[in-house]
């Protein structure tokens, strides 16, 4: 997790608007909920920031998403669409090729079910802008409903417990995660990373049954050297697993099957001696969430 010098390298340098203001392309993965991705859309094309573009990448929707965003915003966005759905590595993976092809020096993905605060874009930004070996900054993530409770507050994954954890998970915000700090992993909901940082890392693991793609990725780049940092003045607000529904039995299985290829890829012989006593904690904190319907 993080090391003291370099939370404390993050405290001492809060983020400002970057001098030369990077290009960034926003790449948003979208599958169904026309609604919800109008309204996304909608807040990414209202960012405080002067240069940046929207992608949004289609995974063959049935709804009629695509016509309603070519309706409601024509070419303040560009549209791609998928001829089937790819799931989440493999649909966000066609917009990050489009976006490396491009003139971006930075690529923001996102899910379709967020809503960002008008000057998250900036200070994602402003805080890579501090250090070169920043590869990704992640926000500060609320429930959409109530506002003020947090989904994410930074990444927790240590390999000898199994299963990843997001800091502040349901808590009221009160302040008490207002502090920048270096992360395991950031959550594919939305964060934002380097051109440099794709190109050495690579793109997502399409061969991941969605979920766990995003911790894969974040490992492999801090392989790479690269820093994870999650910054609390940049906010969202989630729909809580709109498409997959945030209690399902769907979601679970799809998690587990994920989870258990991220830890073939990434733990050592000596973490099986302890991922079964997490995996046990695991199971018990998600029977728990499905009995109380949280």
């Not at 404390?8 to 169904?32: D, E, F, M």
């Not at 894969?216 to 910054?231: K, N, P, S």
């Not at 199971?283 to 728990?288: C, N, S, T, W, Y």
């Amino acid at each position: 997790m993080t090391s003291d010098p370099q939370e404390s390298a993050a405290r001492s340098q809060p983020p400002g608007p970057a001098t030369n203001s990077p290009h960034v392309t926003i790449v948003i993965l979208a599958w169904n909920g026309r609604a919800l991705t109008e309204a996304c859309v909608a807040s990414y094309l209202a960012q405080q920031y002067p240069s940046f573009d929207v992608l949004v990448v289609d995974n063959a929707s049935t709804d009629g998403t695509p016509a309603a965003l070519r309706a409601r915003f024509g070419d303040r966005i560009r549209l791609v669409e998928n001829a089937h759905n790819l799931l989440f590595a493999g649909g966000i993976n066609v917009g990050l090729r489009l976006a490396l092809e491009s003139r971006a020096e930075f690529v923001l993905i996102s899910n379709n079910d967020v809503e960002a605060d008008p000057g998250m874009l900036a200070a994602l930004v402003g805080r890579a802008a501090t250090d070169e070996q920043i590869g990704a900054v992640g926000p500060k993530i609320f429930y959409f409903e109530p506002r003020d409770v947090l989904w994410f507050a930074g990444g927790e994954l240590p390999l000898w417990r199994g299963w990843s954890h997001h800091r502040g998970l349901r808590e009221r915000d009160q302040g008490q995660h207002d502090t920048p700090r270096d992360c395991d992993y950031l959550t594919g909901c939305a964060f934002l990373a380097r051109r440099a940082a794709f190109v050495t890392t690579g793109l997502f693991d399409a061969g991941f049954a969605m979920y766990a793609e995003d911790a894969d990725w974040c490992f492999r780049a801090r392989t790479h050297g690269w820093r994870l940092v999650y910054e609390p003045r940049a906010q969202l607000w989630h729909h809580v697993s709109a498409a997959s529904g945030a209690r399902s039995w769907y979601k679970i299985r799809r998690r587990t099957v994920s989870q258990w290829r991220f830890l073939r890829r990434h733990a050592r012989w000596y973490h099986a001696l302890t991922i079964p006593f997490g995996t046990l904690l695991e199971a018990l904190r998600v029977l728990g969430v499905l009995v109380r319907g949280r």
